[in-house]
Every structure is written in C-alpha cells, then in structure tokens.
C-alpha cells in the first residue's frame, strides 16, 4: 500500500526533491549565501515534508484499507458459512419458481397442440357437408341462384381450406415432399375450381405454359397458385387473366397478371403481413389480409420467390420464380435436421 501511494506521489516528491537540490545548488553558487543555515532549513523542511505524506497517507488510504477490511470479512464468512439462510431461500424460491413456469409452459402447449388438433378435425368434418352442398347446388335448375350459391359456396370453400393451411404451416418443413410437378396440371385445376366464379364474373384465361415441369411440393404449389388466383378473380371484372410461363437464368418463371382495380404503391410493401387488406380499400370486408401472408410463408422453404408489379385502376402481376434443381440441398437438410430433432425428442412425424 505504501509503495503504491509513493509511486502515485512521485510527482509531487521528485518536485520537492528538486527544489530542495536547486537551494543548495544556489548556495553554492553564491558564496554570500550561509551554507551551514541552508542545510538546516532543508533538513526542516524534509522532516516536514516526511510528517505530511504520512498524516496524507493515512487520510488518504483510509477509506481502501476499510474496503479491504470488509472483503476480508466477507470473504471468511463465505468460507465458514457457504450460503446464508437467506441465499438458501432464494435458490429455492428460483428453483420452485422455475420448475412452475415450465408446468405451466408445457400444460399450454399440450393445451394448444389439443385446439390445433380439434380445429383441423373440425374443419375435415365441415368439408363432407360442404360437398353435398356442391353436388345439391349443381343440381339446381335457376342458372342465378345457382351462380350465388356457388360463389358463396366457395367463399366458404377457400376459407376453410386458408384455416387448415394456416394451422399446418408453422410445420411445413415436415410436410414437405418434393417431386417433379407438372405446373400446367396444378394451374388447370385450381382454374376448374375457380370455374363457376369466373363464369358469373365474365372473367376468363389465357394460358400460355413454355415450361410446366418443375421440381416442388405440389400440395403446397397449389395453395400458393390458389390465393394468387382468388385474388386475381376477386378483384377483377370482365376481363381475362393471363397465365405465362418461361425460363430465365435457368429458373422457371410463373407469371400471373390481372387486369384488376391493382394495389396502391404505398401497399404494396405490405401486402404480404400478417392481416394486411387495403389502406385504399379499408371498406372491403371480404379481404382477410392472410392469404398473400400465408402464400409467401409457404414460399419461403420451397425456396419460390414472389415478386408484385401493380398500378392502381392497370391491374397487378404477380411473378413467382422457382429455384434451380441443385438449390434443393437446402430443402434437403432443412427437412434432415428437423427428422434428426423430432427423433432425438420422441416425436413421432408421419410424412405425406
């Protein structure tokens, strides 16, 4: 300690030191000057200086030396008591804490995994009366009621089909089976369940396929299709829609552009959020503002890329570019580590 006080006084010292050198160098000098007077006034003067570093040392390293005291003390009450009572009690609280909130994080996902189950098993029975609606409407003989019960028929149709699909995307990854797809087959028949809405809207398609074998996931491929053609019927009126395929940089390009009322700039940005209808449009009470959400999130493991062209009152293009056979690996592994974590915890999967 008092090493360090020095060390961090030598300034002052060595300046006192000095002065005291240059006073008798003077006297030196000066033959005038009384030797034997200068000495003892140095000799004072260091028996003075000598008094005040220490009467500052101990002032100064009073307040170190007590902090010094107290980790001293703490130290060997650490080492004689371990843990105090009170740290005791506090582990314990954490602990009992900590084991509660994971009680109750797994009663709720046992709890939601249960909600999931029952609403996509709901939405599976819903779909067997559904059908005998169809069948019951195609019969009818007054070509309008027929065309409003069709077209709500599929509102309801697309609805249930946007809720099933959003239970089982945050899942995809163990969905997903790639295969070759003939792209020309899934378009035709998204357009054939599209056909009566078309028919009482004046819309039609021209389809023009220079590529229609790709390697994805069909079931998913058709979902995405479907909401970019439910909204490309939606919001058109008597007009046709064309449907384009190509290849550029060796990836296959899909296009589909409307001749609709188009999105706003300031919305195209977001048209992909969660929720997100229209800030031009806000009336619309059709819109869901999940469909293009939930269409880019189950393009984003399949590794398709969306991209929007729009101009309000002109129409809205929509381009969906697939990737190269070779980028697959990612899929690949993608779907490896998830079989690799789902084991390692017991979980059972059963691909489709």
């Not at 030191?17 to 200068?38: A, E, G, N, R």
């Not at 008094?51 to 040392?57: G, T």
Request: proline content about 2%.
């Amino acid at each position: 300690m008092i090493k360090k006080y020095l060390i961090e006084r030598r300034s002052w010292i060595i300046l006192f030191l000095c002065l005291q050198l240059f006073t008798i160098f003077v006297t030196y000098v000066d033959s005038s000057i009384p030797i034997s007077s200068i000495v003892y006034i140095i000799f004072l003067s260091f028996i003075i200086f000598t008094i005040f570093l220490i009467i500052r040392y101990n002032k100064e390293t009073r307040f170190i030396r007590s902090l010094e005291e107290r980790e001293n003390d703490f130290d060997l009450t650490s080492i004689a008591h371990p843990e105090s009572p009170f740290e005791q009690i506090f582990e314990t609280s954490i602990a009992n804490q900590t084991e509660l909130l994971k009680q109750v994080s797994s009663q709720n996902l046992v709890a939601l995994e249960q909600e999931k189950d029952e609403l996509l098993s709901w939405i599976h029975e819903v779909k067997t009366p559904l059908t005998a609606m169809q069948l019951i409407i195609e019969r009818l003989d007054d070509e309008n009621m027929r065309r409003q019960l069709t077209y709500e028929w599929l509102r309801i149709h697309f609805l249930l089909d946007q809720q099933l699909h959003q239970k089982r995307i945050h899942f995809i990854e163990n969905d997903l089976y790639i295969e070759k797809t003939d792209l020309q087959e899934v378009i035709f028949q998204e357009i054939k369940s599209l056909q009566s809405w078309c028919i009482q809207k004046g819309i039609g398609f021209d389809v023009d396929l220079e590529t229609t074998e790709i390697l994805t996931d069909t079931k998913w491929l058709a979902f995405i299709i479907r909401q970019i053609l439910t909204n490309a019927v939606k919001y058109s009126e008597s007009a046709d829609i064309i449907i384009r395929s190509y290849e550029k940089h060796k990836q296959t390009v899909l296009q589909v552009k409307d001749f609709g009322r188009g999105i706003d700039n300031k919305d195209l940005s977001r048209i992909f959020e969660k929720g997100f209808t229209s800030t031009t449009q806000h009336t619309d009470n059709a819109a869901t503002g999940m469909g293009l959400y939930l269409a880019k999130k189950a393009a984003k493991p399949l590794l398709i890329n969306i991209d929007v062209h729009s101009e309000v009152k002109v129409g809205t293009t929509f381009l969906l570019t697939f990737p190269q056979k070779n980028e697959f690996i990612n899929i690949t592994g993608i779907c490896l580590l998830c079989l690799y974590y789902t084991r390692l915890n017991g979980i059972s999967i059963t691909y489709i």
